[in-house]
């Protein structure tokens, strides 16, 4: 996609000029810094005061050939914030609301339909008032809607935001499916790094209208300047893992990352595919320099450290373990170490600080 647009607003102007091929791109930065503004333009919801943005080799918006399709003939679909369903529809009025609009019913029904519904796993709801729907419901539904559409890009505007910590946890494993499952393009909005590094293949980053840092999560987010935009508590590792076996009677899983390097997490149920993501905090990751004995933590894993950056007093480090991970520690806790690039540690990590995404 090409996107090279200038916005005026109030108190800075939107001012981007980025290309980018992906699956699923991220657009992130903190509240107030233009993502949505960014997102209708896409759209074709908001005025542009100049730029050009092409999809697939189709001019959507061009301010110096006077190109302007409307929403309608962009063939792009919108999961906003809250899901923005249709109070007087039910829950299937609503899905299929936008392939009656294309005169695509039957084909849908008869071809789509009953996919969609079992990747998002809202079959059961079809009867049901989208009012009697809970959050994390309705965000299923609109995507349902969305993909149903059939859009050559899907746009998601934080869809997460409105929903409490517990219902995001269940929701991203279908974002995930939604990403895998069919073959659309996403251009997705988040201030949350975990949906970042859970969902996205590439990252722009945004801070009052420009844009600051682009590139593969993971790597975006080592520097520092890239850590200042991410709240606190928002710093996870998410790490790709082969299933290997659960053990009920002692409250286990084993998997293993790509390298082979074995973790114990939490029990989970036996999974229809092996492949699962599961997070950790970057707090909740010790560092020792010699490998410590007679501990309860089940997961002690070698590894070098790569980089260290500094921020606010604390000290991001990566280390490669078997994957790359992020560890937060004080300054301090850095000195008192004698760590620097190179350094040979071993990450201490719980076994129940570790969450399946």
Not at 208 to 214: I, P, R, T, Y
Request: a negative charge; hydrophobic letters at 45%; glycine letters at 8%.
């Amino acid at each position: 996609m090409r996107l090279r647009c200038r916005i005026p607003l109030a108190s800075f102007p939107i001012d981007i000029d980025v290309s980018f091929d992906t699956r699923v791109t991220a657009i992130f930065g903190p509240s107030g810094s233009g993502k949505t503004t960014l997102l209708d333009a896409i759209a074709g919801l908001r005025a542009i005061a100049d730029g050009d943005i092409e999809l697939d080799g189709r001019t959507l918006y061009s301010s110096t050939r006077g190109i302007n399709l409307p929403p309608q003939r962009r063939g792009i679909g919108y999961v906003p914030q809250e899901g923005a369903l249709f109070p007087h529809l039910s829950v299937e009025q609503n899905i299929l609301f936008g392939a009656e609009r294309q005169s695509q019913l039957e084909t849908l029904k008869n071809l789509q339909l009953d996919h969609v519904l079992e990747v998002l796993e809202i079959g059961g709801l079809l009867n049901r008032p989208v009012t009697k729907l809970s959050g994390g419901e309705s965000q299923r539904v609109a995507l349902a809607r969305a993909i149903l559409s059939r859009p050559q890009l899907l746009l998601l505007d934080e869809p997460l935001a409105a929903l409490d910590i517990g219902l995001k946890e269940r929701i991203l494993p279908y974002l995930g499916r939604v990403r895998d499952e069919f073959s659309i393009p996403m251009i997705y909005v988040t201030h949350n790094l975990t949906e970042v590094l859970t969902l996205a293949d590439w990252v722009l980053m945004l801070q009052q209208g420009k844009l600051v840092a682009q590139g593969i999560p993971k790597e975006t987010f080592r520097s520092a300047n890239s850590m200042l935009q991410v709240a606190d508590d928002e710093f996870e590792n998410v790490l790709a893992v082969q299933f290997v076996e659960s053990h009920r009677e002692s409250g286990t899983t084993d998997v293993r990352l790509v390298s082979g390097t074995k973790i114990i997490i939490p029990y989970v149920q036996p999974p229809s595919n092996a492949s699962l993501q599961i997070r950790v905090s970057a707090d909740d990751i010790l560092v020792a320099t010699e490998k410590p004995n007679g501990i309860s933590a089940a997961n002690i894993l070698p590894g070098i450290v790569r980089t260290l950056e500094a921020f606010d007093g604390d000290v991001m480090l990566t280390v490669f373990a078997g994957d790359e991970f992020f560890v937060r520690l004080t300054a301090a806790a850095v000195n008192r170490l004698n760590l620097a690039e190179q350094t040979p540690v071993f990450l201490i990590i719980k076994t129940r600080s570790f969450r399946v995404a």
